[in-house]
């Protein structure tokens, strides 16, 4: 028994779940044959070889875009490393943490910010230059008009994929704070954060004030906050100096770490990079046959 | 210092060198027959007599989808091209989209057809061995 409308689930997938743009022409095909006598079970045949089609299109037309991402995100550990050297060699940590609050983490937060966004800057670069080219449509004005508009989606996107996770990870390093006594801040340290971090049950009722903090863990002196964040900055060169501070021995680097590290950056320059290949295939489409 | 920029040069295109490499010039079976149902079709060439042609010919069921695969990827390498009729309400409102042979398709599939009698004429040498 079948009516005269196709089942409306498989119609529904048809116009949402197929990548690239809206086909009506073939919907419209589909539908024909089926008010033509075709049953359901053909119906919802043509759709599923519709949608994998379709995704398996996307992703052969965006196999170069994939496989330089892979590529430029695997020198990001190497970048990384040079960005944090550079830090260490002029201090910039030490000289951040003198500051007042706010500006230490905003400042922290900026240059990791615009390290980040050059790297990945540089690699849609890198990628677009040669296609434009070959297109003849290489305007370097266009091209930075497109960088400086791409912005706000690339700062969202590197705040979701690098910032959030770095954040998660420092929580669960025991860093002291940059921030000065006078501003009332309590990220120092205290005596059951160790704890905690060892899993140990620590007994805190949960309406602890801020009061009752500052009374129970009052801020350190200002010598001991600089002390405890030369040792943290030890600790931190250690890490640093694992790749044999070296840029080539931080690409080469099998660990989990650098795949963790490289994973960001792969998914933000897939991400713009996908969007520039569709105005590509976009163009392509429309030139005359 | 001439060499080194070379290098680099070859370094940064080598990506948009790949992306041409994938791009086949040659018809594939699949496109043949579809081109072939193109210019036998006539003015009546779209998505649901072409997938028929197909079937009747092939004896197997033909995918829609894969049929507009197959048109699209032979639009844009010039050997078709398409206008869209008039929307219908037995389709739904949708309009037709009618394909039709260039003459870089045409001259295409006469080409693949001297290469294949070609080889089909070859054929007779290999007889008495297992093809």
């Known amino acids: ?289 | 210092m001439r060499l080194a920029s070379n290098f680099w040069l070859r370094t940064i295109y080598f990506f948009a060198i790949v992306e041409l490499m994938t791009e086949r010039s040659y018809l594939g079976e699949f496109e043949l027959m579809i081109l072939l149902a193109v210019i036998q079709l006539g003015e009546e060439a779209y998505g649901v007599p072409i997938s028929r042609e197909l079937e009747v010919h092939r004896g197997r069921d033909v995918s829609v989808g894969s049929v507009y695969a197959a048109l699209e990827r032979l639009e844009s390498k010039g050997l078709v091209a398409s206008s869209l009729g008039d929307p219908t309400p037995e389709r739904g409102g949708k309009a037709k989209r009618y394909f039709r042979i260039t003459k870089a398709g045409l001259r295409q599939v006469h080409e693949t057809r001297r290469t294949l009698s070609k080889l089909w004429k070859k054929l007779p040498e290999l007889k008495g061995e297992r093809i």
Not at chain 1, 183 to 209: C, D, I
Not at chain 1, 276 to 284: N, T
Request: hydrophobic share 50%; with cysteine.
């Open chain 1, 1 to 289: 028994m079948r009516g005269t409308d196709p089942p409306s689930v498989a119609t529904w997938m048809l116009e949402h779940l197929v990548p690239g743009p809206r086909n009506d022409a073939l919907a419209g095909d589909l539908l024909e044959e089926f008010r033509q006598g075709r049953v359901n079970g053909w119906y919802w045949r043509q759709v599923m070889a519709v949608i994998v089609i379709g995704f398996s299109r996307e992703l052969r037309n965006h196999a170069t875009v994939m496989l330089f991402a892979a590529a430029w995100s695997m020198l990001a550990p190497a970048w990384l490393l040079i960005i944090s050297n550079f830090e260490m060699h002029f201090n910039l940590d030490e000289r951040l943490a003198r500051m007042d609050w706010p500006w230490p983490i905003v400042c922290d937060v900026g240059l990791l910010l615009a390290a980040n966004v050059l790297f990945i800057w540089a690699g849609i670069v890198l990628y677009l230059i040669p296609r434009l080219h070959a297109e003849g449509i290489l305007r370097f004005r266009l091209l930075a008009k497109g960088l400086l508009a791409s912005l706000p989606v690339l700062l969202a996107l590197w705040a979701t994929l690098v910032v959030l996770p770095k954040i998660f990870l420092e929580q669960s390093i025991d860093r002291p704070a940059f921030i000065p006594a006078t501003t009332g801040q309590f990220e120092h340290p205290s005596p059951n954060s160790s704890a905690q971090m060892k899993g140990l049950a620590v007994e805190r009722h949960p309406a602890t004030s801020l009061r009752e903090h500052l009374i129970e863990h009052p801020p350190p002196s200002d010598a001991e906050r600089i002390r405890q964040h030369e040792e943290w900055l030890a600790a931190q060169r250690a890490t640093a100096t694992d790749h044999g501070n070296s840029p080539r021995s931080a690409i080469i680097d099998p660990r989990t770490k650098a795949i963790v590290v490289s994973l960001p950056f792969f998914l933000t320059i897939l991400c713009a990079l996908w969007g520039a290949a569709l105005r590509f295939d976009r163009r392509q489409t429309r030139l005359p046959a």
